[in-house]
């Protein structure tokens, strides 16, 4: 997911509406399967990533200031994980829990 979708941006339009589409549905998503299913629902917002898109949308922003999409990836990957579930229905920040789990490279 993206903050886009949670905040109002100029210009963002058709990107944010998008993303606020994901957020609900991952919401009510993860309700529906709270006493259903073992299936834990939660949305990743990854931060500003040194990809194409970023690159475009900021082209004044200094690239190596923003960490590469393969050291974000991990927290997706924990997604995977049985631990995870513990974030059934919440908006995790990437960068967050990379240090809490002490992942995310020093600065």
Known sequence: TSSVGIRVDAYWGAYAVSKAGLE????????????????RVFTVNPGG?????????MPGENPSTLPAP????DAFLYGLTTEAGAFH???VNARDLMAALGTWPAS
């Open 89 to 91: 229905g919440q908006r």
């Open 24 to 39: 609900m549905f991952a919401g009510i998503l993860s309700q529906e399967l709270e006493n259903t299913s073992q299936t």
């Open 70 to 73: 393969e050291i974000v990836a």
């Open 49 to 57: 990533t040194r990809t194409k898109m970023r690159a475009e949308a």
